[in-house]
């Protein structure tokens, strides 16, 4: 089963906006991890952030969480052509088992 | 420094074969961890390996079985294959530390497994 959904499944913009992507989960965590997939390629981990933490900054990313509402998003800033990809994100319960949501298709238009 | 390799990269079966599937962890790291990924879907996990036994597994019946080699490598093993196993496998490592286990897993880019 996929305890984190994202939202939108798809979204199409252009090169220089932003982009935000939304994740909702079911249970309790100890992290929330962000992954992008190309187009059949493995994940390529992107940003892990604690169930103590609300806010972290990774270069163009921002990832905030809310375990009250047991959510997170996904800010990509002035996205580039090369972030269309697939992105998913995925909590660990503390078992080092990751469970993904079915994720968003992301495409930026140059 | 190698990241996570699996090999092959693809791989076609008719229903009713048996199928094996080889990660190589990335240097330094000790678990595996195998998913499945159906077309459109985000990964599934499978099981987990750690000092050579399996220490979690997900919602698959018994034709899934793995092995972890002194190594650490890893192989993937589906018997009986139906039309439904059909899917991209990914294996991802991470090495197992304690108490702290907020790590990110490393994937490899999966062996895509088309079923006949």
């Known amino acids: 089963s996929q305890q984190g959904e994202e939202d939108p499944q798809a979204l199409s913009i252009q090169e220089g906006e932003n982009a935000t992507m939304n994740c909702s989960y079911k249970t309790s965590i100890n992290n929330l991890q962000w992954y992008r997939q190309n187009s059949g390629r493995g994940l390529v981990h992107l940003i892990l952030?604690?169930?103590?933490?609300r806010e972290k900054h990774s270069g163009r990313l921002r990832v905030t969480l809310d375990t009250s509402k047991k959510s997170s998003s996904l800010l990509i800033t002035a996205s580039r052509a090369a972030d269309t990809a697939s992105y998913f994100c995925?909590?660990?319960?503390?078992?080092?088992?990751?469970?993904f949501g079915s994720g968003t298709r992301l495409q930026v238009q140059p | 420094d190698a990241g996570v390799t699996q090999s092959p990269t693809h791989l076609i079966k008719t229903r009713g074969q048996q199928v094996t599937l080889r990660c190589s962890p990335k240097s330094g790291h000790d678990t595996v961890s195998w998913y499945q990924q159906a077309l459109g879907q985000g990964p599934q996990f499978i099981f987990q390996?750690?000092?050579?036994?399996?220490?979690q597994r997900g919602n698959f019946p018994d034709r899934f079985s793995g092995h972890q080699f002194p190594n650490y490598s890893s192989e993937l093993n589906v018997n009986a294959l139906l039309l439904g196993d059909s899917a991209l496998y990914l294996c991802a490592s991470s090495r197992r530390t304690y108490p702290n286990s907020n790590q990110p897993q490393h994937f490899g880019d999966g062996t895509r497994l088309s079923i006949l």
């Open positions: 995925a909590t660990d319960t503390g078992r080092r088992a990751l469970t």
């Open positions: 952030i604690r169930s103590n933490e």
């Open positions: 390996y750690y000092e050579e036994e399996e220490r």
